[in-house]
Nanobody
């Protein structure tokens, strides 16, 4: 069983920055791609960013491209989401997730964290 624990959320003014972390349990973290998603009140969960198992390939939603950066430290079993130039529309619960298959980018996810709240005030 894999556990994903997010942290780093909070309240920030528009234009500010936050860095989210997602710590994973288990010894196979470095073999799986990871992703960040978010869900705003009354909306469906949406994709934010992904990073492949080695950290060499990243993808971003158009809405965050140029402002958010996903990275990982396989030695620490942790994936990060650096969020800059935050906007009120970035307000959501942010979740990390693990790819369902090793060494591939299938965009299917088998483990999810509990989420961390990010609130951006105008």
């Amino acid at each position: 069983q894999v556990q994903l624990v997010e942290s780093g959320g909070g309240l920030v003014h528009a234009g500010g920055s936050l860095r989210l972390s997602c710590a994973a349990s288990g010894r196979t973290f470095s073999s799986y791609g990871m992703g960040w998603f978010r869900q705003a009140p009354g909306k469906e969960r949406e994709f934010v960013a992904t990073i492949n198992w080695s950290g060499g390939i990243t993808r971003y939603a158009d809405s965050v491209k140029g402002r958010f950066t996903i990275s990982r430290d396989n030695a620490k079993n942790t994936v990060y989401l650096q969020m800059n130039s935050l906007k009120p529309e970035d307000t959501a619960v942010y979740y990390c997730a693990r790819e369902a298959a090793m060494h591939t980018s299938s965009f299917t996810w088998d483990y999810w964290g509990q989420g961390t709240q990010v609130t951006v005030s105008s």
